[in-house]
């Protein structure tokens, strides 16, 4: 296995980048540098992939895969605390406000608080026919993601508001008991209320999340176990005890 990062002028394209290139290169696997389709068009199958969306998307799209989206897996329908629907964009404005929406498609737009219409200005461009996840508004004061590799918590990182205030641990390892349906690896994002609850917000994929400061080893043994179960080939990285 080599893993291809994305990159920019010879360096790893960002943060993410850098970390998992300085994660393999500690594990002495060989780190490649791409700019180009062409150059990572040159990878096998069993070389890791390492990129934002759009060139994980690429990747991927080249073996025929689409992965699933996430968001609030059904095991989880307990640790949302609110009640989560989708509807379509054209179907959007006869829901009742106020409502946190946010689309089902990656990167499409941010999610908001709608309290009137005139806050989803920045919507305009997405079409009638895609779909938004509609949920409950909440009051998150604090949001922490939850790194999971083959059911075990590799670590915890704060990323938005007070740092100070923790999630309940408990919580977050009952989900990762519950989700039995779960991807090989995988991020659970989870908040603090300011009633004192854990929820969780979301759940993103293994294959693109951004590390957070998670150790560079296991960030890259994070991405790899993910690739791997996407790919269909044995993760080499896979230290379990069998």
Request: hydrophobic share 40%; proline share 5%.
């Amino acid at each position: 296995m080599r893993a291809f990062i994305h990159a920019f002028q010879g360096r790893p394209w960002n943060e993410e980048c850098k970390a998992a290139c300085d994660g393999f290169a500690e594990l002495g696997i060989e780190t490649i540098l791409f700019t180009t389709n062409e150059e990572l068009d040159r990878r096998h199958r069993d070389d890791v992939v390492v990129g934002g969306m759009l060139i994980m998307e690429h990747a991927l799209r080249q073996y025929g895969i689409t992965p699933p989206i996430y968001d609030h897996p059904d095991e989880l329908t307990e640790m949302t605390g609110r009640r989560i629907w989708k509807v379509k964009m054209g179907d959007l404005t006869k829901e009742t406000l106020q409502i946190f929406i946010k689309p089902v498609r990656e990167k499409a737009a941010q999610g908001i608080v709608v309290r009137t219409w005139d806050d989803i200005k920045g919507y305009k461009g997405i079409e009638p026919d895609e779909w938004i996840c509609c949920s409950e508004p909440v009051s998150f004061i604090s949001e922490w993601r939850c790194f999971v590799r083959y059911g075990d918590i590799l670590g915890i990182r704060h990323y938005n508001g007070d740092p100070k205030v923790y999630c309940d641990m408990s919580i977050i390892e009952r989900a990762t008991e519950l989700y039995t349906s779960a991807p090989a690896a995988y991020a659970l994002d989870v908040g603090m209320t300011d009633d004192g609850r854990t929820l969780l917000v979301e759940v993103n994929d293994g294959y693109a999340v951004g590390c957070y400061g998670l150790p560079n080893v296991l960030y890259a043994k994070f991405l790899t176990a993910r690739w791997a179960e996407l790919v269909g080939i044995v993760d080499p990285l896979d230290d379990r005890k069998l």
